[in-house]
């Protein structure tokens, strides 16, 4: 971080780590968005074919692999990474650029264990850097209206949220794998985790669950198919099905006592999202517009780290979702209610934390291809 | 029955035994609709003045309250009973009607407990009478097409269905008790373990749930709401969440490898049925007029009686869905997940069941309020 530039003129300098397909189509063009505060630097990946090509498309002299993460973060005077890895990698490189000395914006789902993101939040505690998690609907306009529209008591009183997320994905994709994190409920089941979680603003305290795998090619040696069930301490009741072996659906729906509201699409970055509120037998629709919801999560960070605010979507955010998907892996496999012990989280994401960007291209990905086959 | 007249000419008369809401604003002014083949010759009711208005309105002569069942059918020469009373009477007046020689046509679901449904089996085989469950969607063109559409292929192998189905209960209804068979999972879960089993031609293996209760005055002492997961034996899995706490909401959504059918509202009979059929990313609507659900089932019934027919819906359809349900209710008390023994299952719904007739005005019942408050 430059010492002399003023706040106002000071930019994060960025490394992406990882150079699979979200950091390819959507983490690097971003930045183009987040000019304001925030700029790419360096790139760090295994396949030097990406690195040249991804280096040259977007102007990024420090480059390298792995193993030069340190190296490349010093010569490129890095402020911040973003960790667009596999899930089972965030814990090391969250560890390594901490100890460096650098802000870590680490993709979800945070981790596969919770003694993994204990060890990524005292890692970045200890060496004094933030650590955000990049929730990247935190900062996005539809989702953040159902937050205010559960808030405001137009539905009443909110309690049942019902969600079905679903992809068929490419045989091959890491989500197949558990050994680098896949399985519908990690991939897909932390938005629907997630969503349950902002909208009821409290945390669940029992989980029950069922997981199956049909098809070996969409599910290796994890889970195609999860169908989980959440309580709240307050009585709201949370319900998804979630499958990466299912023609696309991204959808939820928020039911109160007055009235309901379906969004959908609902957890996706290349489409429009929409509201279909009813209320007294009436359904209004609206149009959130296609935007860039990347940039928006270098821009809060960046502030963040400028301004020396804890990020919102926080470590212990990161940790929250792990441990009820945890608990869902454990009733899937139990057979039983799983209780979930009590967590207090500070912060909650609300329409403060808004950032709207123009949408941008999704440039052809160098050996990146979708997860999804659709 | 006229035992001279020939079964082209030949109508079934029936009794209808109960004057709560469902028998005065669908069930008595279907038979109009029903002429072909029924004729409305008797009433039974606990009540005189509902009675003696409906008797009038509808030119029924024969009438009487409960202890005088046997009687009334006999003075009014009835061929058969509809039985529309709280759950819990369901056995009792099949048990006398079968008794009495005379067929049944009973509200779903069927009973509280598998016992008395096998006892209704029993009762109205040992009588050769004939024995159907009130399941209106099995005769209703929207419901049919959607099994159709999933045994087409036209979604690829279907796998998931979500529903969500709500209502808020008027306080004193008689959902509200379990003494007259209450609670959301008997009324309206019964409508979504029905449909997923239509859907997916087979029954449930496994089920895990939970139910609670927050407003006394929509719950006393049984559901308000309750959320389960059902697993089959082919891999597909069915989720839903019913509530007689919520604002009105009427859905279920069939996932499959290549598209997704949304079908809202699903189960009413007071509106537009409605498909959202989306493959390829391609989403096409389609309206389902609001019609007559219930002359349907009463010019089905009596054709099944006039060609000695076994009806579709029949004791051991009603069965299947009571078992699956009391399965439901045990693994919200027991927090675990409950198996349920195999069913062979002869016949199940399809579009040849398909039975149209207009939509009828509901008349404007005789102290009988609508079980919902909206």
């Known amino acids: 971080m430059s010492k002399t530039a ?33 700029e790419l630097v360096a790139l760090v990946s295994g396949d030097p074919e990406k690195l040249a090509a991804l280096g040259e498309r977007y102007g990024v002299a420090q480059r390298g692999g792995y193993d030069e993460l340190e190296d490349v973060l010093g010569r ?20 390594r650029a901490a100890a460096a000395g650098v802000h870590v914006l680490c993709e979800k789902p945070m981790a596969m264990t919770e003694e993994d993101c204990e060890a990524m939040i005292r890692a970045t ?29 137009k539905l009443g009183e909110v309690r049942a949220f019902t969600s079905l997320f679903t ?29 349950a979680r902002y909208l009821f603003r409290e945390e669940p305290s029992e989980v029950l669950a069922t997981s199956l795998r049909i ?27 979630v499958s990466q072996g299912l023609a696309s659906v991204s959808s939820f729906r928020l039911a109160g006592t007055e009235g309901n509201l379906r969004v959908e699409p609902a957890f996706d970055y290349t489409a429009d999202i929409k509201h279909y509120l009813t209320v007294g037998g009436k359904t209004e629709e609206k149009t959130f517009k296609k935007r860039d919801q990347f940039a928006p999560e270098l821009v809060y960070f960046s502030r963040c780290i400028l301004e020396d605010r804890e990020p919102e ?5 990161g940790l929250a979702d792990v441990r009820v998907m945890l608990a869902i892996q454990s009733s899937a496999a139990s057979g039983r209610v799983e209780a979930i012990p009590p967590l ?31």
Do not use: W
């Open 6 to 38: 003023s706040n106002e003129t000071r930019k994060i300098r960025y490394a992406v780590v990882g150079a699979g397909n979200i950091a390819q189509v959507a983490v690097l063009p971003a930045f183009k968005n987040a000019a304001e505060n925030s």
């Open 76 to 95: 490129a005077r890095a402020d911040a990474v973003y960790i667009a890895l596999p899930n089972t990698m965030h814990r090391e490189y969250t560890e």
């Open 125 to 153: 505690k200890d060496r004094g850097v933030k650590l955000m998690i990049a929730y990247r609907l935190h900062f996005e306009e539809a989702n953040l209206q159902a937050v205010e529209i559960a808030r405001s008591g």
């Open 167 to 195: 992809q068929v994905v490419r045989p091959g994709d890491i989500r197949t794998r558990s050994d680098e994190g896949g399985g519908a409920l990690f991939d897909l089941g932390v938005y629907c985790v997630n969503a």
């Open 215 to 241: 098809d070996e090619r969409r599910a290796k040696d994890v889970d195609e198919t999860t169908a989980a069930i959440l309580r709240f301490p307050s009585g709201a009741v949370a319900q998804f099905t």
């Open 313 to 317: 979507p926080s470590g212990l955010e």
């Open 344 to 374: 207090k989280l500070e912060q909650r994401p609300d329409m403060g934390q808004n950032i709207k960007k123009p949408a941008v291209a999704a440039p052809e990905p160098v050996k990146a291809p979708s997860p999804s086959e659709e």
